[in-house]
């Protein structure tokens, strides 16, 4: 599997995270630092996959309306793993 596989998966998982578990932490049960932490680790991934995609989708020809699909995919909750499945999977 590749690392843009990796990364799409783990990002997908990140903003599952930040918005199931860390933001109900902070609005619920006043706990801000769990979407401090939560939160770095899914810009980083955001942006790692991102930039990962548009590298990926130059290396491949893919058309522009592919490449905005996954960019649209990447802010859409389960987005990264349909996308990923569809488009980056074996």
């Known amino acids: 599997m590749s690392k843009l596989h990796w990364v799409a998966l783990s990002e997908g998982v990140s903003f ?3 918005l199931f578990v860390a933001m ?3 609005y619920v049960f006043g706990h801000p630092e769990a979407v401090r932490t ?3 680790i899914h810009g980083v991934l955001f942006v790692a996959f991102i930039g990962m995609l548009t590298a990926y989708a130059t290396e491949k020809n893919w058309d522009r309306k592919t490449l905005c699909l996954g960019y649209v995919c990447a ?3 389960f987005g ?5 499945r569809k488009y980056l999977a074996p």
């Open 24 to 26: 109900p932490l902070k």
């Open 16 to 18: 599952l995270v930040l």
């Open 80 to 84: 990264p793993f349909w996308f990923d």
């Open 75 to 77: 802010v859409i909750p």
């Open 38 to 40: 939560v939160g770095m």
